[in-house]
């Protein structure tokens, strides 16, 4: 990546996937080539990774921590503990990082 702390892969079973320095994976692979990926690059910034496949196909990821906190907030909305979290618990914390940096922004959105 531009800042040196991500590294992007390109693979035969049609992943694209982010990496830190260390090796570690950074969340799932992002899937939706139909046929190998054979190329993965940064965009300048670091915020969109554009990949490349042998399916004709060329796709834009999006890999900022905003995307990755809208992912995961969109993932937990639904889910029965969430709506209503204990007071003081980690869960609430969560719940209301949600609230202040996804939800009520996409409620704003006209």
Known sequence: SPDGKWIISASNDST???WDIDG?????PWRGHKYWVNSAA????????????????VRLWCC????????????LHY??????????????IAHQTCQKYVWNLMRSIP
């Open 64 to 75: 900022g921590w905003e995307e990755w906190l809208q992912v995961c907030c969109n993932r």
């Open 79 to 92: 889910h029965p503990i969430f709506q209503n979290p204990e007071n003081g618990s980690d869960l609430e």
């Open 42 to 57: 940064f965009n300048p910034d670091g915020k969109l990774i554009a990949s490349g496949s042998f399916d004709g196909t």
């Open 24 to 28: 570690n994976p950074i969340g799932q």
């Open 16 to 18: 694209v996937r982010l």
